[in-house]
């Protein structure tokens, strides 16, 4: 199973993880890696009402394929790679990496990979709202300040 979507709803993480499992196990897979990312509810000491995912569609899901199938070797058998967009409050999933492999060295070492590819490469924008202003966040550490335009 590898699969790339940017959706808008929660996954159920049960039915993926079983889901896998059960194409997986007979194929010798020992490992089955989940990373779950979360919007965060304090960045640099501000409290954070929403974040705002936006994705540049069709070009994002198509990227999302293509970091996939290029990740694709030899001991990973699953790689399930799924990206939320819209306003999401603290503390709601924004991505799940599901990575299936032969052993857990492989599983660990793919879905981190993948992750940081997908984060850096996938064009997804990331508005965060917070107390102290909104910010389009660049990378994990880089935010800029958004400005208010000025009605004429």
Known sequence: MFEGRIVKEEIDINKVVKNIIARTYGEGAGALVVFIGYVKGVVEGHTVNELDYQAYEPYATKKLQEIIN????????????????????????????????????????????????????????????RDDGEYWVLGDKNRVKREKKEKK
């Open 70 to 129: 290029e990740e694709k070797e030899d001991g990973v058998l699953s790689i399930v790679v799924y990206h939320r967009v819209g306003d999401l409050k603290p503390g709601e999933p924004t991505i799940y990496v599901f990575v299936s492999a032969l052993d857990r060295t492989k599983a660990f070492e793919k879905a981190r990979r993948i992750l940081e590819r997908v984060k850096h490469e996938v064009p997804i924008f990331k508005l965060e709202k």
